[in-house]
């Protein structure tokens, strides 16, 4: 089977730009979930989607959003970009919900300038 | 709010000495904790769950209620073990929500 696959992988954007992210998940997936990681804080979570629905989100601002389509693939959006959400963001599948069993893309390094 | 702490940013060891990777949580129910490892150049990969009580690559991890602790260990450390490694737990119930550590360097030195 294939793995996560995320793109873009890089991307440069500036202050006060949007960017959307795209997550496939391995075939058969329905659980996708999404991850800030930066060098200082780690993996952060950022919002878990079950089915087409957002099951759980974290403590980022409403500047971040997300969906997922009805093949599972998932989608991110940042709006009005800030310097310091220049990070890795990581998407990951997992068969089912609850598993805690992660299966993790190569992510998209953002770069805001 | 659940909480995981793994306390050392890096740790260095010898090959062939044991190695203690530490992880500590906070969380009100019952979790379910794990250790991810990301080798260099490759993506984050589940190396093993608590529940599963098995040993990776030679590796265990016990969960200590009592101390709320998860910590990584391995008896002879081998230079193909030098990654980074992520403890993370799992909420009980609900949605899943898995919170991760900010994650310790192990080096292991020829």
């Known amino acids: 089977k294939a793995g996560v696959t995320q793109t873009p992988r890089y991307l440069i954007k500036t202050r006060g730009q949007q960017v959307t992210l795209s997550c496939s998940p391995i075939?058969?997936?329905?659980?996708v979930s999404w991850y800030q990681q930066t060098p200082g804080q780690g993996l952060q979570f950022l919002f878990e989607?079950?089915?087409?629905?957002?099951?759980n989100k974290g403590n980022f601002p409403g500047r971040f959003s997300g969906r997922q389509f009805s093949n599972s693939r998932s989608e991110m959006n940042v709006s009005t970009l800030e310097l310091g959400d220049s990070a890795l963001y990581l998407c990951?599948?997992?068969?089912?919900?609850?598993?805690?069993?992660?299966?993790f893309g190569e992510g998209s390094r953002l770069t805001v300038l | 709010a659940q909480r995981v702490t793994q306390p050392e940013k890096l740790l260095s060891v010898f090959k062939g000495a044991p190695v203690e990777l530490k992880c500590n949580y906070s969380?009100?129910?019952?979790?379910?904790l794990f250790w991810y490892v990301q080798y260099s150049r490759q993506r984050l990969q589940l190396l093993l769950r608590h529940i599963s009580r098995e040993s990776i690559k030679g590796f265990t991890a016990d969960l200590n209620k009592g101390e709320t602790s998860f910590h990584l260990k391995k008896p002879f450390a081998q230079e193909e073990d030098s990654a980074m490694y992520y403890c993370a737990l799992k909420t009980s119930g609900g949605y899943q929500k898995v919170t991760f550590g900010t994650g310790t360097k192990l080096q292991v030195i020829p």
């Open positions: 969380y009100s129910g019952s979790p379910e």
């Open positions: 990951a599948s997992s068969p089912i919900q609850n598993t805690g069993e992660l299966f």
């Open positions: 989607y079950f089915s087409e629905t957002q099951r």
């Open positions: 075939s058969g997936h329905r659980s």
